[in-house]
């Protein structure tokens, strides 16, 4: 039987599967790198595609931490989210896909049915709902941009549910938080593949300069037990 072609293998998902410990190690490093590049376009445009996946796992992290009581910490509540952070997520979505769909076009209103309302107001589940059904029309879309969008929206998806999760104390709450990380964890594992594509791409002349911005010990590192975590990242669950 053929051997996959070694690209079209995600090192990134392969090498953090059963340590999330080390997928917080990884994608922080990588942030932190991206963040502090070179002042360019390309860079910055990834920077701004991936932070959103990673900030949701950290914060998923988190919430799991807490919950399993490893980790005395804050953690984001849901009316915080949904008050402060949904009416700056939603004008980032509308900017996002009217940029490729015109407003009131039947591309943009098949994404946008009610506009605004929806996420803005009625019930915590009718809101949060909203924003999974989002993320899916999104996924289902025919443009490929469009498509690529929905991993932030269903990041911000993933954010709220662990919120919610904790806030009602279900029982199972672990279970369910485990998930929603592993989730979000193959998320960012599938953007960190999509920086590295977009660093061949920049760097195809100069490919040495692709390392930069990835920690490779973590990536070659077998295991997935001893990683040494950044030093705001909250400990292994």
């Given at each position: 039987?053929?051997?996959?072609w070694i690209?079209t293998?995600?090192?990134?998902?392969?090498?953090?599967?059963?340590?999330?410990?080390?997928?917080?190690?990884?994608?922080a490093?990588?942030e932190a790198k991206?963040?502090a590049g070179?002042?360019?376009?390309?860079i910055n445009a990834?920077y701004q595609?991936?932070?959103?996946?990673y900030?949701?796992?950290?914060?998923?992290?988190?919430?799991?931490?807490?919950?399993?009581g490893n980790?005395?910490?804050?953690t984001l509540n849901?009316?915080?989210?949904?008050k402060?952070?949904m009416?700056k997520?939603?004008r980032?979505?509308?900017g996002?896909?009217r940029?490729i769909?015109?407003?009131?076009?039947?591309?943009e209103h098949?994404i946008?049915?009610n506009k605004?309302?929806p996420?803005l107001?009625s019930?915590?589940e009718d809101?949060?709902s909203?924003v999974a059904s989002?993320a899916?029309?999104?996924s289902l879309?025919?443009?490929?941009?469009i498509?690529?969008y929905?991993?932030?929206?269903q990041s911000?998806?993933?954010l709220?549910i662990?919120?919610?999760?904790?806030?009602q104390?279900n029982?199972?709450?672990?279970?369910?938080?485990?998930?929603?990380?592993e989730?979000?964890?193959?998320?960012?594992?599938d953007?960190?593949?999509g920086?590295?594509?977009g660093?061949?791409q920049k760097?195809?002349a100069?490919?040495d300069?692709?390392?930069?911005f990835?920690?490779l010990?973590?990536?070659?590192e077998t295991g997935?037990?001893?990683?040494t975590?950044p030093?705001n990242?909250p400990?292994e669950?």
């Amino acid at each position: 039987m053929q051997k996959p072609w070694i690209y079209t293998n995600n090192t990134f998902e392969v090498n953090t599967q059963g340590s999330h410990k080390k997928m917080l190690a990884l994608s922080a490093d990588t942030e932190a790198k991206l963040k502090a590049g070179p002042n360019d376009p390309a860079i910055n445009a990834l920077y701004q595609a991936y932070f959103p996946v990673y900030d949701t796992y950290r914060q998923i992290y988190i919430n799991y931490d807490v919950a399993a009581g490893n980790y005395e910490g804050q953690t984001l509540n849901v009316e915080s989210i949904l008050k402060e952070n949904m009416p700056k997520e939603i004008r980032k979505w509308e900017g996002y896909v009217r940029n490729i769909y015109p407003e009131d076009s039947p591309e943009e209103h098949s994404i946008f049915p009610n506009k605004r309302s929806p996420f803005l107001h009625s019930t915590y589940e009718d809101r949060i709902s909203a924003v999974a059904s989002l993320a899916k029309r999104l996924s289902l879309d025919n443009n490929p941009a469009i498509q690529a969008y929905a991993a932030s929206v269903q990041s911000f998806y993933n954010l709220l549910i662990s919120a919610r999760e904790i806030q009602q104390n279900n029982e199972g709450l672990l279970g369910h938080l485990s998930d929603i990380r592993e989730q979000q964890r193959v998320l960012l594992a599938d953007e960190l593949y999509g920086v590295l594509g977009g660093l061949m791409q920049k760097f195809k002349a100069e490919p040495d300069q692709i390392t930069r911005f990835f920690d490779l010990s973590l990536i070659r590192e077998t295991g997935g037990t001893n990683e040494t975590l950044p030093s705001n990242a909250p400990p292994e669950a």
